[in-house]
């Protein structure tokens, strides 16, 4: 992997990223404080009321991570690291773009990955064990997971990430045609889930990620069916977090959700561009992977929204006003993103579950 091809183009979330590694530190916040409580005096009006506000933002900013870790993490506030050497990994949809650079990641760290996708991938990495799954499909799920068990051992890290977009008008979208993303992009979820979570809730360790998208908050012209079903995937991820706490008492059990905007990659291929890239980048598949690993590392339950743009807008749109929904839609010109001749190249181009008809 080159190293050019690992940085990634400048935009604001390389700024934010900047801040939070010095600004955002706890470190940063507690000698801004210390300074403020010994010195604030001999400063001018103006930088010391510009300080103090820094500060209190500062303070309410980590007083609303720490709550989000306790929630999030079901009450234990415990990071539950993996341990790299006896984790045994599963990413479904490891022979796509994001897949596969999650595999990438994973491979860094574990030499017990398993991939489930519906082909055999061309280029594999050396390393991982490819395996032929239906993830809508129970039985072929099982047999896969028997198959693991047999080759790796119990799987203890589940990254759902298998998922079809099919972007067609409302008018012409068909029950098969949406029950078909429906099934790959929630049912799939699913299927793991039943499948491994079991073992996950006898060791009380793990970590299931799902790799929903911004769809799931928000959805534009011609993305409808495919936005349901990443907003179904999301609320499964919050059920499966819940039901951890609250009924199979595993609350050491890790889950996290990744919901990226546009990822370069033929899947992501349907919709164009965002027009500033600036503040909307298009992003690359290793730095979704990245976000994985990172969630995997710190062995806490995360909701990541990328970009950044993404994360500080996206989440709270559902309760605000319709017009706000709109006004991020039309300025950033969603509406216009997805036409039926991009729909159905990037929809010819890739490989369906049925394994066959190009029809669109
Ligand atoms: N690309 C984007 O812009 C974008 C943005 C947000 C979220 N996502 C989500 O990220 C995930 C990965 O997307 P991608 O861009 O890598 O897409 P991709 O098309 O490159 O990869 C998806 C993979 O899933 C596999 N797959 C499809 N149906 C399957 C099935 N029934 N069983 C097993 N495997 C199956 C495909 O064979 C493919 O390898 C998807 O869930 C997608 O919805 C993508």
């Not at 977090?241 to 990659?265: D, F, M, N, W």
Request: net charge positive.
């Amino acid at each position: 992997m080159s190293v050019a091809r690992r940085r990634a183009p400048f935009s604001i979330d390389t700024v934010v990223s900047l801040l939070t590694r010095t600004v955002g530190t706890s470190a940063f916040s507690t000698a801004l404080s210390i300074f403020l409580y010994l010195r604030a005096y001999q400063l001018e009006e103006k930088p010391r009321k510009l300080l103090t506000a820094l500060s209190r933002f500062l303070t309410l900013r980590r007083i609303h991570q720490v709550l989000t870790r306790l929630v999030v993490n079901n009450g234990w506030f415990k990071a539950d690291k993996p341990r790299w050497d006896s984790e045994v990994c599963v990413v479904t949809g490891g022979g796509g773009a994001i897949g596969s650079e999650i595999v990438v990641e994973l491979l860094k760290r574990s030499k017990k990955v398993a991939v489930f996708d519906l082909v055999t991938p061309k280029h594999q990495h050396s390393g991982a064990r490819y395996y032929e799954v239906d993830v809508t499909d129970p039985e072929s799920v099982k047999r896969a997971a028997d198959q693991v068990r047999a080759d790796l051992g119990k799987a203890t890290i589940i990254i759902n990430n298998a998922g079809i977009l099919h972007a067609r008008k409302l008018l012409e979208t068909t029950p098969e045609n949406c029950l078909l993303q429906y099934k790959v992009n929630v049912i799939g979820c699913l299927n793991l889930v039943k499948e491994f979570l079991p073992h996950l809730i006898s060791l009380n360790h793990g970590h299931v990620v799902t790799v929903a998208s911004s769809a799931a908050y928000l959805t534009i012209p011609q993305l409808g069916a495919y936005s349901a079903s990443k907003a179904a995937a999301l609320t499964l991820h919050e059920s499966l977090g819940q039901e951890l706490a609250h009924r199979y008492h595993a609350p050491r059990v890790r889950t996290s959700v990744i919901c990226p905007t546009k990822v370069a990659g033929n899947l992501g291929d349907a919709l164009s561009a965002p027009p500033n890239s600036f503040l909307s980048p298009v992003l690359e598949p290793w730095q979704v992977a990245v976000k994985v690993a990172a969630c995997l590392d710190s062995g806490l339950s995360q909701h990541v929204t990328m970009p950044f743009f993404a994360s500080v807008i996206l989440p709270s749109l559902r309760a605000m006003p319709e017009y706000l929904r709109s006004l991020v839609i039309v300025s950033g010109k969603q509406n216009d993103s997805i036409t039926d001749e991009r729909s159905a190249k990037a929809w010819s181009e890739r490989i369906r579950p049925e394994g066959g008809s190009n029809e669109f």
